[in-house]
Nanobody, 125 residues
Framework: QGQLVESGGGLVQAGGSLTLSCTTSGFTFSSYALGWFRRAPGKEREFVAAISGSNIVKYYEDSVKGRFTISIDSAKNTVYLQMNSLNPDDTAVYYC??????????????????WGQGTQVTVSS
């Protein structure tokens, strides 16, 4: 069974930066699409970013383009989300996800094979 463990969340002021990490185990990292989703208070879960296990294809939600960067370290079986220029609208619980398939399918279906437990990101104004 796959396991995903997020870390790196916290409290940051508007304009600041955070980097989330998601360490994975229990599946073939290079064969999976990895992604990040978030759920803000009172809102539906939404897609944030996805990347292919081959590190070739990346997708971003429009509101984070140019501010967030998704990346992987295959040697560590870890996916990262570098978040810059944070604003209060980015406040949410961020979840790591993994899908045995294409990054585009992860983005569209939001139905991964595995979810992480989530990490809280709070941006103060």
């Amino acid at each position: 069974q796959g396991q995903l463990v997020e870390s790196g969340g916290g409290l940051v002021q508007a304009g600041g930066s955070l980097t989330l990490s998601c360490t994975t185990s229990g599946f073939t990292f290079s064969s999976y699409a990895l992604g990040w989703f978030r759920r803000a208070p009172g809102k539906e879960r939404e897609f944030v970013a996805a990347i292919s296990g081959s590190n070739i294809v990346k997708y971003y939600e429009d509101s984070v383009k140019g501010r967030f960067t998704i990346s992987i370290d295959s040697a560590k079986n870890t996916v990262y989300l570098q978040m810059n220029s944070l604003n209060p609208d980015d406040t949410a619980v961020y979840y790591c996800a993994a899908l045995d398939g294409a990054a585009q399918r992860l983005r569209i279906t939001q139905a991964p094979d595995y979810w992480g437990q989530g990490t809280q990101v709070t941006v103060s104004s």
